[in-house]
């Protein structure tokens, strides 16, 4: 067995050489999603399984459960054609066969060692424009995949490293932006370039024999770290529902549903209660699916390395007729709103018996609102970008107010960096009242983004959620505001008729579109809530004193102060 | 001002537990140090106290050089002033909304304060476009009825900071004009002046927090001019910028969010000296202490800097400052073993109190130190700092036993000696990160460790990094103070252009640059500080158009006052041999952008002869031996000769294993290294050959 020491020095060099590939392409990314988003991600994977042996830190967290898949299907598709060789890279961007959705481009290269592959290195990042109907590829109305842009199995970028430039051609050809996938693309390869030689540098230090028993030995810990996470739990089976407003083509609700069965160290999540597939893009493949169940068990055990033992004793029961279990042609575009779905049914689930482990859910939304366009010369103009919104209330205070989505770690572009590039005014970028959910710990606010267009014309497209069912509280917390959105014309501002998804609004210049985002669930019930913080947000102009008086029970004097005395009064009637 | 007999020039570095005084007599060139108790509640005491050391007469002194932490700790400890925000209508939440981040990837649980409050922070109706047009015009009566409603609320200080102010100014400058007629003190400010760059949450963040340190900062500096005053001083004070320069007084006042790194630059800039004079240019500064291990790369004799830098989480300081990477591994970092069987060590810390095992002040929680001292690499009767006056080896040894040795099933020594290496592996990863993934090769640099505690690991670390050497500086624990006596004047500026580079108007691009390297002359010559040279950086934010991240492009022009002979074609090939450097492949056919423009003046101070700190010949190593320490090492006791290291004579040979004490630090040699002290007293640690 290997030393304790030798692991804990070789984990962390294994890391850096994930870590280090992802800063080479956030660095030189040309599309925003990655170079400020961060929507990219490396690791190292298993030479005959796929799975995930190391992964870089700072990538986007929902890749680092879904790239074993794409690992995989490049090593099903080498072993049927047979001739994989050293010096080859796979790209594609399958969503079926280990994929998440069209966007996401995998590059997967085998490292090979005295002739054998050694471990698999693999790159992924979400390009600007992958062609489909709708700039950004975010089309809430597809029916079918390739309404949604180019789909591309595994096929060799590189044979034998040589780059074919053919491949290049045919993708830049079926792009909006071909500059910006080139940009991108070639960002990659110069992260694949550096894992190859970091590995080959550190297997020269250590010795093969010793670097292949620690990538044994990892998963295993993380394995028993989980079991031993998952048994502190009570046995049992603990359920939690939640909706998706709609699928952008029929105005009907589908249910995520979860049975979450803890029984000694195994823990099973039981997802057949779930809607069947839908006609509309928030249908989601089975690594997805196990992808963002991996996201949300590592935001409860956060000390469980990355790596993919951590999935050891959890087992995943998911019907194949199930939303969350696709196969191409069903849409697949807007996975991120159904993957933040069962982050919430997860953490839901496990409130009642953990409550010291999970938080209100967070504002659960991607809100991919684009505005696109051509300027007075003629060129296009595409802007795309993802909006931000409250996190959950939680054991150690108040949800934190603007913040990212739990399945990535993206930054929003500044205001002056889009009013710079696209031809927009933001009239309004602020903090939303009353939008966190009422709790002993509040829900963070949410935002209200105010766009005005500044050219002749433009199309705008949305996909969001939570239009109609808020984020929910835990633990007696309540749910945070609801998503809203309204597009100006000539007669006034209106909500589009699925409330969070539409596309194709014109707008004229001077006219605006309008979003506020949910907050966060709170936690606790609001009755526990400390009087003086409910008048610290009346003062911060966070809550209405009317919302205050709703749902806290305060009560506040003729001057909008507050009343201790009554308030504590008022309370302890409420509870008898 | 200077005087021409017996003219001091001072470095002060105040710490959190010690302030260090550096003097240097420019008429004899003697040096001298002290080390005082810093006085937390009012640091100007401890400062004049440790002048006092040395000093009786202040109107000696011509220069005092200082590397302050009080912006700092206001900023960590949210102990500013009293802050006001006067905004565009629609933006008051710019500062709180951050850019939509979170504290940490995994877990949800984050929370941010800023340190202006929503209540303080005001709109008015005003708006400048992308292109500089200004949209709405600024109402100065808006602005004056806003900065009242501030006033009542209690603010001290007010800041405006109005969108695509970079782009334009005026509206900015209309509402300063308005300010300056009601506010009751100077600590207002713009944001266009602070900051001219794109991007309002970084502008926002890096304005507020300087009208938020200013009171704080300008009242601390006051005080201490007041009190050398008061003891005759009639010279000039210095203070140390985070970008490794000093500014005026009256430059710290105006723009006291420069002070932020204050105290570790200085420490950054002695090492960058002491290197190149010994013949390293290229060296790794290694600064251990309590709860962390800050790295600092300097390659060629130049610091590398950063663009701005988070004090905390959500608090982003956008001025250059030296790069500091901090990484959470220090004396005080606690060992234990994971539910998975792993050895970690840190993050969590026993800081200096309780601090750890061996100080026995009620931790019972293993740390670094306590495995240095169980390895006996720590003298146990003799503790660095005066503070205590013996450690306790065997609680020490005890906590390692019950919470490394026995669940990893080791012995008690394997345990201490696993946790140091897996400690020294955190570090060699910080070192990797400044070196390798910025393209540098360790093989061509060498540690520098300052600090107590860093001489301890630096022999370890050149073997698990490949470095090709370590570099102990003669006075490892007063860097700082000595750095703060070196260091050169510096002005930075930064402008946002935002365009196409073949499209740019160079006469116009040639006159900004020069407006600001005059204006930068003008402030070094306004200092009345003597200089040997003056030097003035051009540099680029550059990018290919579609890029969001840039490369920062040095310009290989000067300037004499003219023009500087800008042309695209310059520009051009800068650019494309620095995005080499960085990424590798340069693309062919996209168009190359400018985002910002930067211009540095520095005045370059004289330099004091480093050999005056060397140490007195005809002393030989067995002269300087103090006893002989049981070490282990490599799993195994090893007879080990224990030094006093200052008395070694220059060209002293000292193989290990050894160990070298001096009052403010212990510095390690390995059985497989070996030492020798150069010309200016440095230690210079090597592999022995054929190892």
Known sequence: MIDPVTLAVLKGRLEQIADEMDATLFRSAFNPIIAEAHDASHGLYHATTGATLVQGKSGLPIFVGAMSFAVKAVIGKAARDGDLAKGDVYIFNDPYDGGTHLSDFRLVQPFYRDGKVFCYLASVGHWHDVGGNVPGNYNPVATECFQEGMLIPPVKLFRKGELRQDIIDILQANSRLPGSLYGDLNGQINALDLGMRRMAELLDEYGDTVVAQVLVELPKRAAKLMAANISELPDGTYSAEDYLDNDGIKDTPLKIALDLTINGDQMKLDFSRSSEACAGPVNISLSTAIASIYVATKHLFTEVPANAGVLEPIEVIIPETSLLNVRAPKPVGGYTETILRIIDVIFCALADVAPERVNGCAYGTINALSLAGHRKDGSRWVMFSFFGGGHGGHPEGDGLNHGNAPISTATIPPAEILEAAYPVMFTKWALRPDSGGPGRHRGGLGAIYEIELLEENADVFLFGERGKFAPPGVVGGQPAALNKFTYQQDDGDHIPPLVSKMVGIKLKKGQHVHLETPGGGGYGHPHERDPKSVERDIALGFVSPEKAIDDYAVVLDANGGLDLGKTTELRKAMQS | MNKASSSYAIGVDVGGTFTDVFFLNEATGHCEVAKVPSTPGDQSQGFIEGIRQKVTD??????????????????????????????????????????????????????????????????????????????????????????????????????????????????????????????????????????????????????????????????????????????????????????????????????????????????????????????????????????????????????????????????????????????????????????????????????????????????????????????????????????????????????????????????????????????????????????????????????????????????????????????????????????????????????????????????????????????????????????????????????????????????????????????????????????????????????????????????????????????????????????????????????????????????????????????????????????????????????????
């Open chain 2, 58 to 691: 202040f109107s000696d002194v011509s220069t005092v050089v200082h590397g302050t932490t009080v912006g700092t700790n206001a900023l960590l400890e949210r102990k500013g002033a009293m802050t006001g925000i006067i905004t565009t209508a629609g933006f008051r939440d710019v500062l709180e909304m951050r850019r939509r981040d979170r504290p940490n990837t995994w877990g949800l649980w984050g929370q941010f304060e800023p340190v202006v409050p929503r209540n303080f922070r005001l709109e008015v109706s005003e708006r400048t476009l992308a292109d500089g047009t200004i949209r709405q015009k600024v109402n100065p009566t808006e602005v004056q009825n806003a900065a009242r409603e501030l006033l009542c609320l209690g603010a001290k200080s007010v800041c405006i900071a109005f969108i695509n102010a970079y782009a334009n100014s005026e509206n900015e400058q209309i509402a300063l004009q308005a300010l300056r007629e009601i506010w009751p003190n100077n600590y207002i400010g713009a944001s266009s002046d602070i900051l001219p760059e794109i991007r309002e949450f970084e502008r926002t963040s890096t304005t507020t927090l300087n009208a938020y340190l200013q009171p704080t900062v300008a009242g601390y500096l006051h005080k201490l001019e007041t009190a050398l005053k008061d003891d005759g001083f009639d010279g000039q004070v210095l203070i140390v910028q985070s970008n490794g320069g000093v500014m005026t007084v009256e430059t710290a006042r105006k723009l006291p969010v420069r002070t932020a790194l204050s105290g570790p630059a200085a420490g950054v800039i002695a090492s960058a000296h002491i290197a190149v004079e010994a013949g390293f240019p290229n060296v790794i500064t290694c600064d251990m202490g309590g709860t962390s291990f800050d790295v600092s790369l300097v390659a060629e004799g130049k610091s590398a800097l950063a663009a701005q830098s988070n004090i905390d989480f959500g608090m982003t300081v956008r001025t250059p400052m030296i790069e500091i990477t901090t990484i959470g591994a220090g004396g005080g970092s606690i060992a234990w073993v994971d539910r998975g069987g792993l050895l970690q060590v840190g993050p969590e810390s026993a800081g200096s109190n309780p601090g750890p095992v061996c100080y026995g002040l009620g931790n019972d929680r293993p740390t670094v130190t306590d495995a240095n001292v169980v390895l006996g690499r720590i003298n146990a009767n003799k503790p660095i700092g005066g503070k205590l006056e013996q450690l306790d080896v065997e609680e020490a040894k005890k906590a390692i036993e019950t919470h490394v040795a026995i669940p990893l099933d080791l012995e008690v020594m394997a345990a201490a000696e696993a946790i140091i290496r897996v400690a020294n592996s955190k570090m060699a990863g910080a070192i990797r990160l400044v070196s390798i993934e910025r393209g540098y090769d360790p093989k061509n640099f060498s540690a520098m460790p300052f600090g107590g505690g860093g001489a301890l690991h630096t022999g370890a670390l050149i073997k698990e990094v490949g470095l090709q050497s370590a570099l102990v500086p003669r006075y490892p624990g007063i860097n700082s103070a000595l750095g703060c006596t070196i260091a050169d004047m510096r002005h930075d500026f930064v402008q946002t252009v935002n365009g196409i580079l073949k499209t740019l108007d160079m006469v116009s691009l040639d006159s900004k640059l020069s407006d600001l390297a005059a204006q930068g002359l003008k402030l070094l010559t306004d200092a009345g500080v003597s200089f040997e040279s003056h030097d003035v950086l051009f540099e680029l934010d550059m990018s290919y158009l579609g890029q969001t991240h840039t490369v920062d492009v040095p310009l290989p022009l000067n300037f004499d006052g003219g023009k500087i002979g800008v042309s695209a074609e310059v520009i051009h090939s800068a650019f494309v041999t620095r995005y080499q450097e960085v990424y590798g492949r340069p693309l062919e056919g996209i168009p190359v952008r400018i985002l910002n423009l930067r211009v540095s003046t520095i005045g370059r101070r004289p330099k004091f002869d480093l050999g005056l700190l060397a140490p007195e010949d005809g002393i030989s190593l067995n002269d300087t031996r103090t006893g002989t320490r049981n070490v282990w090492f490599d799993g195994a006791f090893h007879e080990t000769g224990v030094f006093d290291r200052l008395p070694m004579s220059i060209g002293t040979q000292v193989p290990g294993p050894a160990i070298l004490e001096q009052p403010d630090a212990t510095i390690c040699i390995e059985p497989d290294l070996q030492g020798r002290v150069d010309r200016f007293g440095n230690l210079i640690i090597t592999r022995k050959e054929g190892s």
